[in-house]
């Protein structure tokens, strides 16, 4: 499985953005998506989990409420629709499927 993240940008504090990760290769495997994100000088943080097969999704307290993700299994594509950015949002962001990573996009966050 190969994995191709987009979407990043620089947003405004309150705005919103929506990630893409596109899968390629061996896509019916994947039964779970995950995202992470890593701030500068910061560890690499969890912040979405999507079990597709019981569509069931998991947060941290961090962006729960604000962060949603879904999978379009058609487009083999899974998305991280975030809402009500903060500065502390400001991150690279990382999409993971079976033991693949994709590439990561940074979202920059302005107060």
């Known amino acids: 499985v190969q994995l191709q993240a987009s979407g990043g940008g620089l947003v405004q504090a309150g705005g919103s953005l929506r990630l893409s990760c596109v899968a390629t290769?061996?896509?019916?495997?994947?039964?779970?998506f995950a995202w992470y994100r890593q701030a500068p000088g910061k560890e690499r943080e969890w912040i979405a989990t999507?079990?597709?097969?019981?569509?069931?999704?998991r947060y941290p307290d961090s962006v729960e409420g604000r962060f949603t993700a879904s999978r379009d299994v058609g487009k083999n594509t899974a998305y991280l629709q975030m809402n009500d950015l903060k500065t502390e949002d400001t991150a690279v962001y990382y999409c993971?499927?079976?033991?693949?990573w994709g590439q990561g996009t940074l979202v920059t966050v302005s107060s």
């Open positions: 993971k499927a079976v033991d693949s």
């Open positions: 290769g061996t896509t019916d495997v994947i039964n779970v």
């Open positions: 999507l079990i597709t097969s019981l569509n069931v999704t």
